[in-house]
């Protein structure tokens, strides 16, 4: 009979300190919790209160070293293609174009002072496939690929998570790719006029003739 009678004390005890957490919680509800994160000394030191973020006019801020967004400064980029062979998901696309030795000047330099050379029309990444490892941003040789502190970029339609960086449009990369075509043309003819095809390997030279006895 004692057990029967400890028993229902223990669960009374426990319903009513579980209640009296809740409480407690619920009448400082009216009151704001601080912003000290986990690693701040004053983490636990922190006035007990309401803590829910009304998202998203509220948001935890990101770790200043966190990998989210990835953001390509199409300015920068050179089109040397490194990123994209060194992805392991192949979410970037790349398409480029050599520029013509007259375009060097309107094709520009980045902003460390390298000259480009290469249009770049098509640079595209799949952010829906996109692992942020960072592979490609230690790869890059102009620093122009980098991850932003954005982290909150979920969209409907998975079409629109293909982030587009070219810096020609259709139009201007088929006019760049005829123009080239054309000089490569013009500077062929040129090597054929002056001596031989294209490509074509010099004849070789004749043996000496023998000494005579």
Known sequence: MSEYFSNIKTSATTIA???GITLKHFFNAV????DAGIDDADY???VDGL???QYPKEAIPTPPHGRYRLYCNIDDCIG????DRACPVQCITIETIKATSDD????????????????VPVFDIDVAKCMTCGICVSVCPTECLYHTPVADFSEFNVKNMMYHFGNLSKIEAE?????LAEQQAQAAKEKAAAGGAPGAKPAPKPKPAPPQA
């Open 17 to 19: 300190t579980g209640m």
């Open 80 to 83: 040397c293609r490194q990123c």
């Open 104 to 119: 060097l000047e309107a094709c520009g330099k980045t902003s460390g002072g390298q000259q480009k050379r290469m249009w």
């Open 31 to 34: 009151k704001r919790k601080g």
């Open 51 to 53: 803590c829910t973020l």
């Open 44 to 46: 636990f030191r922190q």
């Open 175 to 179: 006019a760049k790719t005829k123009k």
